[in-house]
């Protein structure tokens, strides 16, 4: 079975490339995905964190890219005490039978957060193939949720439509709408003396 692991916040051009990739091995493909976010659980500036999509959007978009089984694991506190390691033999070798990983380019795992790279080692050690995607690039620079929600903050709803390949989803709609409506305002609003 070939598997990928990671968050997918909006389901954006890069993540698609891995899905298409996970999907293009043939037999049974499972994408595995953790809800809350970790930041959110851990405490990393996760309660000014606005995600890109719901679980639910999350899910049905991991689906229209052929991918047949969808498994999320809550994401806690206990689960992030995993080591890389762990993970991969009690879900990726134990509950999944993973014989194919693919993996981005940038993806961490495990409260040791072993890069791509290491996984990779890690994984090929225990008999798994690995492949790993490269990154999607607009502008020359990588795509990423994190690039992308920067976009949207900054009312860039072009950069973040090449991103994603698509419109933003409607609280992002509203929100790029409602700064440009400000900085329009600020540009052609007269000023006036008291």
């Known amino acids: ?10 389901v954006h051009i890069g993540h698609r490339q891995v899905l298409r990739t996970l999907t293009s091995m043939g037999g049974r493909s499972t994408v595995i995905t953790f809800w809350p976010h970790p930041r959110q659980v851990l405490g990393q500036d996760g309660s000014s964190l606005t995600l890109l999509s719901t679980l639910e959007q999350k899910k049905e978009l ?23 390691e762990q993970f991969v033999d009690k879900y990726l070798i134990g509950r999944y039978r993973c014989d194919t990983l693919v993996l981005g380019y940038d993806n961490r795992l495990g409260s040791d957060g072993l890069d791509t790279k290491a996984l990779a080692l890690l994984c090929r050690s225990k008999g798994m193939k690995v492949i790993v995607v490269p ?22 709803a072009d950069l973040a439509r090449q991103m994603l390949g698509r419109e933003p989803d409607g609280e992002h709609r509203r929100k790029i709408d409602v700064k440009k409506m400000i900085i329009y305002s600020e540009i052609m609003a007269p000023k006036y003396d008291k």
């Open 1 to 10: 079975m070939a598997v990928t692991v990671g968050f997918f916040d909006g």
């Open 62 to 84: 991991i689906r229209q890219e052929g991918v047949q089984d969808v498994v999320t694991i809550p994401f806690t506190r206990d689960f992030a005490s995993l080591t890389a």
């Open 135 to 156: 990154p999607v690039l607009v502008d020359g620079k990588a795509v990423s949720s994190s690039r992308i929600r920067k976009a949207l903050q900054e009312g860039d």
